[in-house]
């Protein structure tokens, strides 16, 4: 019996010490807040397709076209990736026809094609915002007020947890060219079985951004190789599932004057966590370590400046059991290094820097939100992926090989994308974002 309360006590002497010993509890720390990035179960989906006479091309034309199946692969990927779905038909040009889907399949034919008039923005200011809105269109318009879209866009699909995306796709045509150049000139147009002659036609998708993103992940890989597709995406993030794990090779070189200290990296903070946790010694100046960035889901293009951003710091209070923020200017900073983009998942690699001066070098634990944002001018040159496609017809002569040389091109789609991505980016701030870093410091 004495031997038992003997064990019993050296057991509970152990633990007192533990707990007095300065070193945070195994788990104890909060863990960062969960994201959610998952889509819906189940989605409204209103299809808007352009019934102007400008699109019949897009049909009139021997055999199938990809504009065709691709108006039908949007059907499709609803179907395939929500439990539950309804989906509205809407045709619009003069007027909006609500239809069934059986009238809706008649959009192969020539004769669907009888609007005169299209506005975009007023197809956008009846957006749903509990809808995902996917408009086809070939973004050709009459004396089109961009300023005028752009700011209905801002209205309906900018903003926290909206997303806005364009899928540009290039199909067989066979049709009538309205409204080109200064004089506003009209011509035919046929394209041949060379892929470089097909015309464009554009996917804009505006809802919820993890059901935009989801819409046009599964869609862009229905699309054969032969539609060209771009796409451009608009949203607060550039990727999801953010992920940090420590960098085994930098070519990275600290900025700093002062030598820098080398951060171990720990997992007493939050075990079986893979966020990233490094103990810092409090009596150093700087201290630094070199990280890699994994995001999933990127969706176009990712431009190859960025700057880390300190969005919160926070120190735990044991007693409370929770963090608190405080104070702390330049206690994360980083030198950003290079960027990689391979299907889909984005890499960043940079150096990772702390300064205990700027917690006043207390003992904690202290955690950093930060977000890593891109540099604005290269955002929206990376955004814009229509260069190629792109005309200005205010520098268009009025020969007829003049205007057959737009025939695979869109009036003005570098200045939509570039208009999106500058307001995007003053309103989101697009980036990488939501992202925790655990440091202990002693």
């Known amino acids: 019996m004495k031997r038992t309360l003997l064990l019993i006590g050296m057991l509970c002497l152990a633990l007192l010490l533990s ?3 300065g070193s ?3 788990g104890a720390v909060e863990s960062p807040p969960a994201i959610n990035y998952a889509k819906s179960d189940s989605i409204a989906v209103d299809i808007y397709l352009d ?5 019949y091309g897009y049909v009139n034309y021997p055999g199938g076209t990809i504009y065709g199946d691709a108006v039908k692969d949007i059907e499709r990927t609803i179907t395939e990736n929500w439990k539950n779905d309804s989906i509205k038909y809407i045709k619009f040009g003069d007027t909006f026809q609500e239809m069934d889907r059986n009238a809706f399949l008649q ?9 005169k008039d299209t506005s975009l923005q007023n197809v956008i200011d009846q957006v749903n915002d509990k809808s995902l809105t996917i408009i086809i269109t070939d973004l050709f318009q009459t004396n089109q007020d961009l300023d005028s879209l752009i700011h209905a866009i801002k209205n309906k699909g900018m903003g926290a947890d909206k997303a806005v995306a364009l899928v540009g796709i290039k199909s067989q045509f066979n049709g009538k060219i309205f409204d080109v150049g200064k004089n506003l000139s009209s011509f035919d147009y046929a394209s041949t079985s060379d892929p ?3 015309r464009p036609f554009y996917v804009l998708a505006i809802g919820n951004e993890n059901d935009t993103r989801a819409f046009v992940k599964s869609y862009q890989s229905k699309l054969p190789q032969t539609a060209q597709a771009n796409v451009a995406f608009f949203s607060p993030n550039l990727g999801i599932n953010n992920a940090l794990e420590a960098d085994k090779v930098t070519n990275k070189k600290s900025d700093q004057k002062e030598k820098a200290a080398k951060m171990a990296t720990i997992s007493n903070l939050l075990p079986k966590s893979k966020v990233m946790q490094y103990r810092l010694k409090k009596d150093e100046k700087l201290s630094e370590a070199p990280v890699r960035l994994y995001s999933e889901d990127v969706i176009g293009s990712i431009p190859g400046d960025y700057t880390l951003k300190t969005d919160a710091v926070e120190v735990w209070n044991g007693s409370g059991e929770v963090f608190e923020s405080v104070g702390a200017d330049n ?3 980083a030198d950003m290094g290079s960027a990689g983009l391979n299907n889909g998942v984005a890499n960043l690699s940079f150096l990772l820097q702390a300064s205990p001066s700027a917690i006043h070098k207390k003992d904690g634990v202290y955690r950093a939100k930060v977000s890593i944002i891109p540099d604005k001018e290269k955002y929206t040159q990376a955004v814009n992926v229509f260069a190629d496609w792109n005309f200005d017809d205010s520098q268009l002569s009025e020969s007829p090989d003049a205007l057959a040389q737009v025939g695979s091109k869109t009036l003005n789609i570098s200045k939509f994308v570039t208009m999106l991505a500058n307001l995007n980016y003053e309103l989101n701030a697009p980036g990488f974002h939501n992202i925790y870093i655990y440091f202990e410091v002693k």
């Not at 019934?51 to 699109?55: D, E, I, P, R, Y």
Request: glycine share 8%.
């Open 107 to 115: 959009m192969n034919a020539a004769g669907f094609y009888d609007q």
């Open 51 to 55: 019934g102007t006479t400008s699109m």
């Open 24 to 26: 945070s509890p195994q």
């Open 196 to 198: 470089a002659t097909y």
């Open 331 to 333: 206690f994360v900073m």
């Open 19 to 21: 707990a007095c010993s």
